[in-house]
Structures are given as C-alpha cells and as structure tokens.
C-alpha cells in the first residue's frame, strides 16, 4: 500500500527555524514533482512550494526567499526547509507527490509560529 508521511512539524518562536520532511513508501513509482502544501487556520489549502524531477523549484510569494524545498535523488525525502518563520506560517503542512498517473498525499505535519 503506498504511504506518504511527513514529519518535522512542531511549535518555534517567530525567526525559528524548521525542517519538514517527506517519505514515502509502497508501490509509489516514477515520481516527477512533489509539492508541500498548508493550510492554516480558518483558510484554504495553498502550495507553499514545488520541485520538478529535473530540479526545478516554485514558491509562494508569502514563502519566497525564506523556505527552499529539496529532494534526494529518489525522492527519499523531500524537504523543505523554512527560515525565519511567521505566526501566519502556522498551518497543517502536507506533501504531495506526483506521478503520470497519480498523486499522493501524507497526513501532515503541524507546524506551530509563535509570536
């Protein structure tokens, strides 16, 4: 059974760093992008940040320049890594792989700023 799990997630102070990771297990075959996702509180789900199988990246506007999404060259894992954090970061983080004939979702990870 393919599995996605994130992990990583937790409670910072604003300026804080974290680094949430995503691995996947099971019958999960040819990825060509994966993508962390949030949602926060009250709001809907928004792409945080992509990364293509040939390396290339996209973010958000609200994260640009202070969240870098990476991968290992089988996708084991992906991660993205976020700097200087905000209280409108808080959100539950989800990653989400991409294959020609499927997508799969992890359960997320919360990720908690405080002021």
């Known amino acids: 059974q393919a599995q996605v799990v994130e992990s990583g997630g937790g409670l910072v102070q604003a300026g804080g760093s974290l680094r949430l990771s995503c691995i996947h297990s099971?019958?999960?075959?040819?990825?060509?992008?994966a993508a962390w996702y949030r949602q926060g509180p009250g709001k809907e789900r928004e792409l945080a940040a992509s990364?293509?199988?040939?390396?290339?990246?996209s973010y958000a506007d609200s994260v640009k320049g202070r969240f870098s999404i990476s991968r290992d060259h089988d996708w084991k894992p992906v991660n993205l890594q976020m700097n200087n954090l905000k209280p409108e970061d808080t959100a539950l983080y989800f990653c989400?792989?991409?294959?020609?004939?499927?997508?799969?979702w992890g359960q997320g990870t919360q990720v908690t700023v405080s002021s």
């Open positions: 989400k792989l991409i294959t020609r004939g499927a997508e799969y």
């Open positions: 099971g019958r999960i075959f040819g990825i060509i992008a």
């Open positions: 990364i293509t199988a040939g390396g290339s990246t």
